[in-house]
């Protein structure tokens, strides 16, 4: 352990996720002691078999290697000074994550100067230059000047001498105020592609020889890095080749063996955090997203795009507001430039962030926006939810040279003859975008504003990045649909952005034109028929389960149509549609096709999402009940039931509950105080309708949680409940077995209690049984047999409830002490509604003074009494009287 400095001093091992075993070694001011003899610790695993062959000693006592490694390789670094000199696993690389991670380098005394070669150079170098030490030194080792003016550790301009006398040699342009500019050459070397890239490397450095930036100044140096097989890439000859050609001088950076686009982008980023007012050009051998069928397409494309990003038109564009340059621009899913070749102002790549900072944020902002896509708030249907979208794993630095919010981009397409232009050019979709859901998108307010690669998701993505948004010339305004309005809320920041997400029609507030139609939903409340239908369709990943699942959608469509809910003549049924599941399947081209084949309906797709459970479908039910012209409304849930599990139970079960939703007694109760319905309504274990089908008023479900806060109220709630317990105010295991998750309501069962988690639930249905095997077990039914009530129409808790046990009911029943702390029965139900709802909103305000609750669970008046007097605090208060002084309890 570390025998001088307290752990205190070591970084909390939040920073070292991924690495945890690194973390206690991690501090300079370590100063290890170990019990072994052996540097080899496969002896203790496999030989020395639990005897106890100890001896102390400080360490590390093993000079050199440990047996067992590559001692080819070790031998090939150790020879070779300037190899040392860059080595990771040296003291380059350790002193450089020294001052990363703690600003600090080891104590004069410590054993790293005595273990590692070259200590004593590399002790005096951080002596002299701190934490600049490791850049330094491995610049003097490659022949690289630092620049002066600037203490970061870059390559010094290419082209000061000719910058100092004023004009660029050879240049054919006095008036440009681009002096000089810096190559950035990225090699990738893979074993079984040797020949082909030495090929490309010929035919690119001819390119930059040949090229405008190469007339700019005597010698263009060409600043490269390598990547991927050392060996094969030291046998390249890159310098060799540059050699035969004129006006260029090829300096090598080193090698990685991975993440080598970072490595080059990292130093050309430091390039121009020193030399703003120059001009850089990266050009790499291996490209970007491009989807090449051959390497000879790619090699064309590639040396398409070095031609472009070196020519005057690139280097000196026409418009000087340009400050990035490509052969063509892709705005698919983000702004990138063909085979990710490009030249860029360094004034505007100072401003990007460092490749592996940019990396970081870029995937924490990934992360989020499919957090939000599991939530509802966005959706990603124009692209197929591939890496490359996202820009994850390699395709990250695809994205980087576009990604700040101040791009300012323009082409020079060579391959179609069209020449220089600012960027984007016109309005045609952009290859890979998908023609048909684009179209439908441009007609869906709902649908448009939630897609990720339209405005909402790409004004999240910049300002989770950057905490910028572009400015108010930026061609992103005339670029995107509902940019006026995107434009005004992007100013308000983050929530703002995730409030319109989550309501879309929250934009049109922000629409100072009024061009902005605000309608998001694509619905017209006076032109329906009072009522609306939700649709949840889980398509399964097999061709089997995707069978099945259409004749589902086909079936229950059939019934809906012949059913009340598509009764009223001239007043066609909305049906909202949420798939969720399988992409790429002919699912939703048979939802289309059955919901054209009827005048009666009417289908709006509210997105796919790859995975999530129903809540994706009821966050978008809670959105619409939350606008206010929906108030009024009532609305139908239904979804695929046996599309997951198919049995014919779940087929009965699905069949006779979507009857019941879409039933005058459901869609339009004789009594209106009801405000939810469904086939059956049960109270026991939890308040909730089996199966989740029901349909429901507006204005009552409003009120309830935004199932995007839900689940996480639920953990909250669940985490109080136990202390209850364990202070003997609840007993959870009388009644029922809670362990259940079915009966708790957790992962996935939480959606099918929703909607009965408001304490001002005034339900009904149309069984008049109470055992839902009734439905399920016992036939199929005629809608004849539906009979509405208001409910619970079983006068309390008595054996005809679906698995009560008579003889708990019974203890729990005769005990007044048991009843008021039974978790399901009311004290339980308070405890839940009291903890689930924020502080500042009593939710028992709006239960009515008649309310069911109170005359149908034992202790009913007492209980409303002590909610109507306090409130939240009633559980608390009431179950004082019933503590134990010795309370034996069970944890939940």
């Known amino acids: 352990m570390y025998c001088s400095k307290p752990p205190q001093v070591l970084l909390t091992s939040h920073a070292f996720p991924k690495i945890i075993e690194h973390w206690v070694g991690s501090h300079p001011d370590l100063q290890p002691c170990d019990l072994s003899e052996h540097g080899d610790f496969g002896k203790w695993l496999y030989q020395f078999q639990g005897s106890k062959n100890f001896k102390f000693g400080m360490g590390p006592r093993h000079q050199g290697s440990p047996v067992g490694e590559e001692h080819k390789t070790l031998d090939l670094v150790t020879s070779n000074s300037t190899l040392r000199i860059q080595e990771y696993f040296l003291l380059a690389g350790r002193l450089f994550k020294y001052f990363e991670l703690y600003g600090k380098a080891p104590p004069a005394n410590s054993w790293v100067w005595r273990f590692f070669d070259d200590g004593a150079t590399w002790k005096k170098a951080v002596k002299s230059h701190g934490k600049e030490a490791v850049p330094v030194m491995i610049r003097k080792k490659l022949g690289l000047s630092t620049p002066k003016q600037s203490n970061k550790i870059v390559p010094s301009s290419p082209f000061s001498d000719v910058a100092n ?21 990225r090699i990738e070397v893979q074993r079984h592609e040797t020949e082909h890239i030495r090929a490309m490397i010929e035919k690119q450095l001819q390119a930059i020889s040949e090229s405008h930036a190469a007339l700019l100044v005597p010698r263009l140096n060409v600043y490269y890095t390598t990547s991927g097989h050392e060996v094969i890439a030291n046998a390249l000859g890159v310098e060799t080749v540059c050699s035969t050609l004129a006006n260029i001088f090829c300096i090598n950076l080193g090698h990685v063996e991975d993440n080598g686009e970072q490595a080059a982008l990292s130093v050309l980023h ?20 491009e989807g090449h069928t051959s390497f000879s397409e790619a090699k064309q494309q590639r040396l398409l795009a070095t031609k472009a990003v070196t020519s005057k038109n690139c280097l000196q564009p026409p418009d000087l507001t340009c400050n990035v340059c490509g052969h063509s621009l892709y705005t698919q899913w983000g702004f990138m430039m063909m085979e990710n070749m490009w030249s860029a102002d360094c004034a505007y790549v100072k401003k990007l962030l460092h490749p592996r900072i940019f990396e970081e944020r870029w995937k924490a902002s990934t992360e989020d926006i499919l957090l939000m896509k599991q939530y509802g708030q966005l959706a990603t249907q124009i692209f197929p939810e591939l890496p490359e979208v996202f820009g994850v794993d390699e395709h990250v630095f695809k994205q980087w040279v576009g990604s700040h ?100 029609t929250l934009l049109s507030s922000f629409d100072e034109s009024g061009g902005f139609q605000g309608k998001a939903y694509g619905f017209n409340s006076s032109a329906s028929p009072g009522w609306v239908l939700f649709y949840n369709v889980f398509i399964p990943p097999d061709s089997e389960g995707q069978v099945r699942t259409v004749k589902i959608i086909e079936e229950q469509l059939g019934q809906v149509k012949s059913s009340f809910a598509c009764s009223k003549p001239g007043y066609p049924l909305t049906i909202f549609v949420s798939t969720i599941g399988a992409t790429g399947t002919s699912v939703l081209k048979k939802i289309t096709h059955f919901c054209l084949s009827s005048k009666s309906i009417r289908c709006i797709h509210m997105g796919h999402h790859e995975s999530g459970h129903e809540n994706v479908t009821l966050q978008h039910i809670h959105d619409f009940c939350s606008i206010s012209d929906h108030e009024a409304l009532r609305f139908g849930y239904i979804h695929t039931k046996g599309s997951f599990h198919p049995s014919i139970a779940n087929e009965r079960w699905r069949r006779h509950s979507t009857m019941a939703v879409t039933s005058e007694g459901c869609l339009k109760p004789p009594d209106d105080r009801c405000n939810v319905c469904g086939l059956q309504f049960y109270p026991i274990w939890n308040i ?19 199932p995007k806060y839900f689940g996480e109220r639920l953990l909250r709630m669940s985490t109080r409940l136990r202390e209850y317990q364990k202070a003997g105010r609840l007993f959870a295991y009388n009644l029922f077995d ?28 149309m069984s008049p049984s109470p055992d839902h095997s009734y439905w399920r077990e016992m036939g199929n039914r005629q809608e004849s047999e539906l009979v509405w009530s208001m409910a619970p129409r079983q006068k309390g808790l008595n054996e005809s409830w679906f698995l009560l046990d008579s003889k708990r009911r019974e203890r729990v029943m005769g005990s007044k002490d048991l009843r008021m702390r039974d978790y399901f029965l009311l004290p339980g139900n308070i405890a839940k509604w009291a903890l689930l709802y924020d502080e500042n909103e009593n939710p028992f305000a709006t239960v009515p003074h008649d309310s069911w609750l109170w005359s149908w669970f034992p202790d009913g008046n007492e209980w409303k009494e002590a909610v109507q007097q306090n409130g939240k605090r009633a559980f608390e208060l009431v179950t004082d009287q019933f503590l134990p002084q010795h309370a034996s309890y069970f944890v939940l």
């Open 688 to 706: 909730f309708f089996p199966g989740n089908f029901f349909a429901a008023h507006c204005r009552y479900i409003k009120r309830l949680i935004s």
């Open 738 to 765: 809670h362990g259940l998750p079915w009966r708790q309501g957790v992962d996935r069962f939480a959606w099918e209690i929703w909607s009965g988690t408001h304490p001002s639930i005034v339900p009904c249905d």
């Open 165 to 185: 006398k004023g004009t660029p040699a050879h240049s054919d342009d006095s008036s440009s105020s681009l002096q000089s500019c810096a190559i950035f050459y």
């Open 270 to 289: 430091e390039f121009c955090s020193a030399n703003v007012t120059e001009r850089v050009v990266f050009v790499d051998t291996r490209g970007g997203y």
């Open 405 to 504: 919010p101040s791009l300012k981009p323009c082409v020079f397409e060579i391959e179609n003859n069209l020449g220089w232009s600012m960027a984007p050019i016109g309005h045609s979709a952009p290859r890979d975008w998908n023609q048909t859901v684009q179209e439908d998108l441009m007609n869906n307010d709902y649908g448009r504003i939630r897609e990720a690669s339209l405005l909402g998701g790409r004004l999240m993505r910049w300002l989770r990045v950057y905490n910028e948004t572009p400015a108010d010339d930026s061609f992103v305004w005339h670029w995107f649909p509902d940019a006026a309005p995107w434009k005004a809320a992007a100013k308000k920041g983050i929530p703002t952005i995730r409030s319109v997400l989550s309501d879309p």
